[in-house]
Structures are given as C-alpha cells and as structure tokens.
C-alpha cells in the first residue's frame, strides 16, 4: 500500500503569498523525510529534508513541518515566485533501507 | 554544481525489444538508483546499487530488468523485453552516502514503448 500521500493535487497561489504544501504519511518508521521540486521534463530537484527527532526546519524561503503524532509533513514557500510553479513531492525513507518513498504530488501554480 | 547525466532523453522502442538506459552518476558518488514515474503518476523506487551489486529492489523490477555498471563511470539500466506499460520516465539517481543523504536525480529517460 501507499505510504506516503498529499492532501490536494493542485495549489494555485497569489505571486508574492506563502505556499502551504501538506503530506500525510502512514509509517510511524519513517525517520527522514525530503521535499522535492520537480519541473516539467527535469528530475526531482532536492529542496529540503528533515529528520523525524525534529519538528520545524527552514532553509532559504522554504520551512518544513513535521507532525509525528498525526503523521503529517509540509512544506511552506514564503513569498511565492513564478519559478516556484512545479510538482511538490514529499518522500519518506523508513531508515534499514536505500529506497525513497513518493506521495503523489501537488502542482502549484503561481498566478502573476 | 555536479550533475548526473542520463542519456538518451527520450527512447522511442518496439515492444518486446530491448533497451539500455545509461546513467553517469556524480564522480565521488558511491550508491545508484533507479526509480521510474509513469505519466502523471508519483515516482517509484526500482533498485538500488552499491558495490557493484544490488543493495535492494522493489517487486518492479522483475527478470526483465537488470542493472550494470559496466565501468568506472556509467550505471546502465537494461530492460530485456519491453512492455507497453514499461512507457514511463525513467531517472537515475547517485548519493555520496547510503540511506538517501545528499540525493542527485538526474534529468531522466523518457521511454515510450510502442
């Protein structure tokens, strides 16, 4: 079964407005967990990760959440962008193993 | 910045031929990948590769698949029959370290099996 998922598909955002990207995952072993930008015809572009001995992480413009207790991650986008407009993914690695697992993905659309 | 390079981007086959996806991970890179993502769908874990041999595979990649690292640069993935659901986007991925740290996809391989 599918470990990893997102609330909604597609986001369209206000250029300028905070991104909210939620993923909800199923496997309390999960210990590491990544955010991945994904632009049309490229591979996954790596935007920031997070282990699960902490909470809140933020790199530039963007924060991660992580909620153990109801199994939740997201990604924030502060003031959004143009060039931020792509798919979202959330994977998760459950820590005795070498493979990522993908949740399905949110395209975000930025609206000039 | 180091890229991995995948060649070709976009791989037109017969159904039932064979096919070679090539991959040229970054140089000081220790652990391969390859993972897949059909049309429209979420991105899936094949295999992966360490030490010349395979650390782990999913139930994707039955005897139909193999993986290779035929020198000390390119990590191939061959698929020995295609099939019409084999058409996907095909990504290698290189990491320094094991468990995911530091993860470099590359651009990918479109596969179209016709």
Known sequence: ?112 | EPEVTQTPSHQVTQMGQEVILRCVPISNHLYFYWYRQILGQKVEFLVSFYNNEISEKSEIFDDQFSVERPDGSNFTLKIRSTKLEDSAMYFCASSEVGRNYGYTFGSGTRLTVV
């Open chain 1, 1 to 112: 079964g599918e470990s990893v998922g997102l609330h909604l598909p597609t986001l369209s955002v206000q250029e300028g407005d905070n991104s909210i990207i939620n993923c909800a995952y199923s496997n309390s072993a999960s210990d590491y967990f990544i955010w991945y930008k994904q632009e049309s015809g490229k591979g996954p572009q790596f935007i920031i990760d997070i282990r699960s001995n902490m909470d809140k992480r933020q790199g530039q413009r963007v924060t991660v959440l992580l909620n153990k207790t109801v199994k939740h991650l997201s990604l924030q986008i502060a003031a959004t962008q143009p060039g931020d407009s792509a798919v979202y993914f959330c994977a998760e690695n459950k820590g005795d193993d070498y493979k990522l697992s993908f949740g399905a993905g949110t395209t975000v659309t930025v609206r000039a």
